[in-house]
């Protein structure tokens, strides 16, 4: 099972990842409010998506990748359908691909 700890994101973006991400061997985490690192200590997630769109984004990714380096990113974005994917172990390196959601699903269970 692999656990998906869901950041904050817009109300119908957020809606259709975890519709994408409802599937077998996926387990979401939601963030209810709190700040994503705070719920990453305590949900344990093996992946956390992001909103790319976000500001803080970058930020919050190079947080996660070098305190964190198991846990794999994804990032989405809502304005180009594509996502950047941040795989556990390569502190920053990061491949683009289209936001699709057979690919996301991919990307989050890989």
Avoid: N, W
Avoid at 30 to 35: A, K, M, N, V
């Amino acid at each position: 099972m692999t656990r998906v700890l869901m950041g904050d994101f817009e109300a119908l973006h957020r809606l259709g990842l975890e519709q994408i991400l409802r599937v077998d061997g996926i387990e979401l985490v939601d963030t209810d409010g709190d700040d994503v690192l705070d719920r990453l200590l305590e949900a344990l997630p093996d992946v956390i998506v992001l909103d790319l769109d976000k500001v803080t984004t970058g930020a919050l990714v190079h947080v996660i990748v070098h305190r964190f380096p198991r846990v794999k990113v994804v990032a989405c974005s809502s304005r180009h359908p594509m996502m950047r994917v941040f795989p556990p172990l390569h502190y920053g390196e990061f491949y683009e691909s289209d936001l699709d959601p057979a690919l996301l699903t991919s990307a989050v269970q890989a």
